[in-house]
């Protein structure tokens, strides 16, 4: 029977995690901490499992330098679940800013604001989609089917690299070919967000480097700020895997499995302001935005998940480590 060290394991996910934290963990599956107790056995209430939850988020902090104006949550159904849960709640955002202006232009008016937003969700809402492969697919397809009782054409596919690469994803085009919906600052309406998978793993294909055409302005006024691009992308593939900045993201998520933990964990780091309260919070079966600080003990996330994560993000002194090490395997196949 061969070894850990006698294998090399290329699966795509759930990858191979260092043996040291899988012998860690299955001493803590046995006892945890000399509490006399399994990690599988703790309350995902208890004072233990908090403090698990605290000090994973305090290592990925570090890790990724999210600054304090950033959430980050633990949540269940992999990447793909995030398709539906990004739709409904960033679509919420889009609505109650909507709402918040008309309220202003109309002087509390409440039939005359709710048939203008009606109006403008019918006429103005659209949602960015970069399709680069299988998975940001998937995930346009996702929202087409979400947002299809409210009729017409909402969510433009930006760009399909099957359309300059003979049918297959392949290349990502220059940035001026893409076709994103104009900002209100460039004579269009704005959209809700620009989604992107940054790294495909199906289809071999992964950005370089954070686009340059989404890069936010320097201006600082509300108005402003509000119509930026909020830029959505899933990082299940390449989560941690090289620095990023993470304030030009509205939201990131990923599914654990890939690179930092094991499966049925999702990471997702949320700029908090798009986390108040919605004017029409989305099912309860979606992490609701308001309740954002009570996700974990609401949907009986375990200790044991974001427990494997903890270990790999304290295994690493920083994003320099990781970068060179992912760097080292690219060098060796």
């Not at 008016?109 to 949602?127: G, P, S, Y």
Request: proline share 7%; with cysteine.
């Amino acid at each position: 029977m061969p070894t850990r060290e006698e294998v090399t394991y290329f699966g795509a996910g759930p990858a191979p995690l260092p043996t040291p934290v899988l012998e860690a963990g299955a001493k803590a599956f046995l006892n945890f901490e000399d509490t006399g107790l399994s990690l599988a056995e703790i309350s995902h209430r208890s004072p233990t499992a908090t403090r698990i939850l605290a000090d994973t988020k305090s290592a990925l902090a570090s890790l990724l330098e999210i600054p304090d104006d950033y959430e980050i949550l633990f949540m269940h159904g992999g990447g793909t679940g995030e398709f539906s849960a990004v739709v409904f709640n960033m679509v919420a955002v889009w609505v109650e800013r909507r709402r918040r202006q008309a309220e202003k232009d109309l002087n509390g008016d409440e039939e005359n604001i709710l048939e203008r937003v009606r109006r403008e969700v019918r006429e103005d809402l659209r949602l960015d989609y970069l399709v680069t492969g299988s998975w940001s697919l998937k995930a346009s397809q996702e929202a087409t089917n979400l947002l299809e009782p409210l009729g017409g054409d909402l969510v433009n596919v930006a760009l399909d690299t099957r359309r300059c690469n003979n049918g297959k994803f392949g290349t990502i085009p220059a940035e001026s070919t893409w076709n994103l919906t104009p900002t209100r600052k460039e004579g269009g309406r704005g959209s809700a967000f620009v989604y992107y998978c940054d790294n495909e793993t199906v289809d071999g294909v992964e950005f370089p480097a954070f686009p340059s055409i989404l890069n936010p302005s320097s201006s600082s006024s509300l108005g402003d700020q509000e119509d930026e691009r909020l830029i959505v992308a899933d990082m299940s593939s390449n989560f941690v895997s090289r620095r990023i900045n993470v304030k030009k993201y509205a939201v990131i998520f990923g599914g654990a499995q890939k690179n930092i933990g094991i499966t049925d964990t999702t990471i997702l780091i949320v700029r908090k302001s798009l986390l108040a309260p919605p004017a029409q919070p989305p099912p309860s079966f979606l992490p609701p935005a308001p309740a954002h600080h009570h996700l974990p003990l609401q949907h009986g996330m375990h200790a044991r998940l974001p427990w494997f994560c903890f270990s790999q993000f304290n295994k690493h002194a920083g994003m320099f480590s990781v970068a060179q090490l992912h760097a080292g395997k690219h060098t060796m196949v």
